[in-house]
C-alpha cells in the first residue's frame, strides 16, 4: 500500500478528502501547513479556527496531525513572486505558486521526500492515459481547479492525489454533514491562502505602499484624475477607479510611469483581444498533440476555444474563436485539449 501524506487546512474538502482515503482502508498522515506574511504582524487570519477544525476531524478518524511550518517558504517563494510580478505591472496567481512551490514542494521537501503520494481537497482528477499520468478536469465546472494546478512539475503531479476531484461540491457538503465532520458548514476560503479578511489590495498597500500617477482615457488622451499605484488595478478591471461618466475599465498600464489608461462603455473594443501570446510553457505531462486547444485565462467555469502557433523560443501565438476580456500580462494561461478534459499545462502571458 501507498505511504500517502495528507494535507489537511481545516476546510470542508481536505476533511472530506480524509473520510475518502479512510473509507479506502487507507490511512494517511495528515499534516497541516503553517504559512503566513515575511513579518510578525497582525493579521486578520483564520489560522487559528483552521488548526482546531484540522486537529478536530484528524482526531475523529485516528489520524495524528503534524504542523509544517513553511512560513518563511512562503514569503521567500510566493509572495516575493507576487509582489515582483504586482511592482512589474503583470498579475500574478499566488494560489498557482503556492501549489507548485509549497504544497507539493516545500511540504515535500520538508517530510524528507518519505512519501509515495501527496493527498489534497483540490476538485481535480488524474488518469493514467496511454501508460501516462495525466491532470484532467472535476466534473464541477465552477469548483475545477486544474488552473491552480497546471505549473507543478511532473514529479509532483505522478505524487498527486485528489481523493474528492470526482465529486459535485454539493456531493462534498452532503457527505461532511452526514459525517458530522467539524467544518461541514465552514465557508470556502476566499483570495490568498493566508489572507483571511484582510483584501488583496491591503496586503500589497503592506508591502508596496502607494504611489500616485495618472489615469488617461486611451481612446482621447484626456486625464482623467489619478490612482495611488498601478499595482492596485487589473488589465479588465472595472470597479475601483472611480470615475464619473462611466463605467471606465483598465485596459492598458506603463508601470514605467505609473501611468493607468481606461476605456470607457460597457463593453469597449479596447478590453477585449482575440490574438495574444504566451511565453515560457510549462508541460505537465507531454507537449501539445494538436493544435486546436481550449484554455483558460482566469478561474471562471468558461473554456474559451482556440488555435495554437509556435513562433519559435518557447513562445506561442494563441488565436481565440472569440473576443476575450482583460487578457493582462503575467497571468497564466492554462491549456487544455479541445474537450477540456487533459490538461497540458500553463505557460505566461506577454506582450
Known sequence: MPNIALLLSGGVDSSVALHELISQGKKPDCFY???GPEEDQEWDCTSEEDLEMATAVARKYGCTLNIIDCHKEYWQQVTRYTMEKVKAGLTPNPDVMCNRLIKFGAFDEKAGH?????ATGHYAQTEIIDGQKWLTTSPDPVKDQTDFLAQIYDWQL???LFPIGHYMKEEVRAIADREH?????RRDSQGICFLGKI??????RRYLGEQTGDVIDIDTGRRLGQHRGHWFHTIGQRHGLGFGGGPWFVVKKDPATNTIYASRGYQPEA???TDFRMRDFHFLTAPFDTMQVSFKIRHTPDFHN????PLGDDVWQIHSDAPIHGVAPGQFCVIYDADHHRCFGSGELCL
Do not use: V
Open 306 to 309: 482556440a488555435t495554437l502557433q
Open 114 to 118: 518519505g512519501y509515495d503520494l501527496i
Open 271 to 273: 478590453a477585449y483581444q
Open 181 to 185: 465532520l467539524a467544518p461541514a458548514h
Open 33 to 35: 501547513i503553517k504559512i
Open 199 to 204: 483584501s488583496y489590495n491591503e496586503y500589497i
Open 158 to 160: 505522478r505524487k498527486a
